[in-house]
């Protein structure tokens, strides 16, 4: 799973347009997903630095936290992720990777699919338990 965290005091680039052979280091292929095939033109042809605040903006980053919690942040982002339902999260990755290759309504049949696959399931039961009783879920992925 990605999930970026970026410090607030740095300044990024995608300098490629000085480069004499193209190496292959892969932004040619993830950038223009998050950050559009425009952006990403622009920013790895014209490879001028960048703020942490506009890869926040452009959708390159997650959120922005100081230098000095970036560790907490993404030891707490983990531990809310790990306390959700792992068989409800792992569906719904699936769905959102899967789906982006589809038009809409295929990619809406498969989250239906998805969901299905999670009816009969412990965690789910679970889940319908703690929120009956007022309580939080025990999710053992079952």
Partial sequence: MRLLLRRQDRALRADRSNARDHTGGRGDAFLPRPAGERRAKEIIFLGKPFTADDAVQWGLANRLCEATSVVAEAVSTA???AANAPLS???AKKSIHHGL????KSALLYEIEAYNRLVDT????????AFNEKRKPAFKGR
């Fill in 101 to 104: 290759d589809m038009d809409l």
């Fill in 122 to 129: 412990e965690d789910r039961l679970e889940g319908v338990r």
């Fill in 79 to 81: 531990r809310a992720l």
């Fill in 89 to 91: 999260i792992r569906q």
